[in-house]
């Protein structure tokens, strides 16, 4: 079964910094997705940013990057330019893609992000 | 588009009672989860349905748990009889069968059972 570890429970960053949260992961499929989840005190779960795992380019989506390491099955999200609206609790997700169209996703326990002034 | 629309958003009942919770899809997506979040347990998958058929419900807690979706646009969520224990958010989302795979959440039931 597939596991997604999350290491580091709380981070703080300053406003305008920047900060990296962990995700590792454990599989034996090559062929998957994996997300990264942000949700605010709102408590909707938002779509921050996803990687194919056979693309070796890493995603990015404005001020969000991720490191994707597949051999080292590591799936960090860099956060630039840290603004008080990231606050939020994020949520790392891996989908596998040969179990059929209706997979589950699988969710570590969460990294709280706090942003200072 | 509306996104996924849940209702309620808050319930408070009492142990015992029947609690149904609900979620219309977007429009086109086929698959649909059901997730439970609390502080000690986090996200938990309570099942999932393609095409209206239940694929996995090996999270669902026990038998007080049922789920339906009887059409592509309506899923319920039912606990009878709930207790205190139940008491968490319930999220619904859905995805569409090709694409990236993501799944798009609603905003969450918020239940309490005193």
């Known amino acids: 079964a597939q596991t997604v570890t999350q290491s580091q429970p709380e981070m703080s960053v300053q406003e305008a910094e920047t900060v990296t949260l962990s995700c590792t992961y454990d599989t034996s499929e090559s062929d998957y997705y994996l997300f990264w989840y942000k949700q605010p005190p709102s408590r909707q779960m938002i779509l921050v940013i996803r990687q194919e795992a056979y693309k070796q380019q890493n995603a990015t989506e404005n001020r969000f990057s991720v490191n994707f390491q597949k051999a080292a099955k590591s799936f960090s999200l860099k956060i630039s330019d840290s603004q008080l609206g990231d606050a939020a609790m994020y949520f790392c997700?891996?989908?596998?893609?040969?179990?059929?169209?209706?997979?589950?996703?699988?969710f570590g326990t969460g990294t709280r992000l706090q942003v200072t002034l | 588009d509306a996104g996924v629309i849940q209702s309620p958003r808050h319930e408070v009942t009492e142990m015992g009672q029947e609690v149904t919770l609900r979620c219309k899809p977007i429009s086109g997506h086929n698959s649909l989860f059901w997730y439970r979040q609390t502080m000690m347990r986090g996200l938990e998958l309570l099942i999932y349905f393609n095409n209206n058929v239940p694929i996995d419900d090996s999270g669902m807690p026990e038998d007080r748990f049922s789920a339906k979706m009887p059409n592509a646009s309506f899923s319920t969520l039912k606990i009878q009889p709930s207790e205190p224990r139940d008491s968490a958010v319930y999220f619904c989302?859905?995805?569409?069968?090709?694409?990236?795979?993501?799944?798009?959440f609603g905003p969450g039931t918020r239940l309490t059972v005193t």
């Open positions: 997700a891996y989908r596998n893609l040969n179990t059929g169209t209706a997979s589950k996703l699988t």
């Open positions: 989302a859905t995805s569409p069968s090709g694409g990236h795979y993501e799944q798009y």
